[in-house]
């Protein structure tokens, strides 16, 4: 699937990390149900020594076999001296627990769903970045705080949706799967700027392997991003006209 336009610059759409060749199926669930692929780990239950949700590393008492308990560290800042880790497959699937989704199959394919998880949130960082390199240059930025809002929809995935609704044949109609806030840190400036990230699934390769599309923006709370949007939409549009696209618009151009 190739990259299409929209309103802001986004990620092109982002192949599974994991090899699905030799599977079944991909694990992440990607259906319009209730039981959606958003994050299962509450990042509003923050531990204050560290910054990071409050997970245990024990088995659960109905957990068949043990899951590993190391950690990942990730690409994105903290603060000058550290960067975030992410779950171990313990403490996501001890997550999953917590929401009553507790199965054998989720059992058996909790590691694969922590690679994508990791997955998706480096390339979420690589598009602040991006915006960050537009703004200021990107210098030295860091992950202040996060926040998970998958039952949330942004205004502009709902402006997505509506225009879906209206004509189907140009406008993706699929809402996405999870949403995060990210409040990013300029160290220089002491600024703090609030990154909006819709996640989507997109239809998946020929082989059946899963693709991803993120839509990351600026959240419209200050003149400076209000600026940013509007120079970034701009060239897209731009973009756009020169290259005469034909194809469905919006963070996830088509029907999974």
Known sequence: MGQTSSAVPRSAPQACPVDHKAATGCPVPHDSSPKLAQCPVDHESINARNQMPHLSQKATSAQAHALP???????????????WEYPSPQQFYNAIARKGRETPEELEHVETMVEIHNFLNEKAWEEVVRWEKRANGGDDIQLARFKGRPGEMSPKARIWLFAGWLMPSRFNTDPPFDRHDWVVRRPKTGEEVRYVIDYYSAPPEPDGSPVFSLDVRPALDSFGSIKERIAAATEDAWAAMREGSGSKTGPSPSRS
């Open 69 to 83: 308990t190391s950690r990942t560290v990730s690409s994105i800042p903290r603060d000058q001296a550290s960067k």
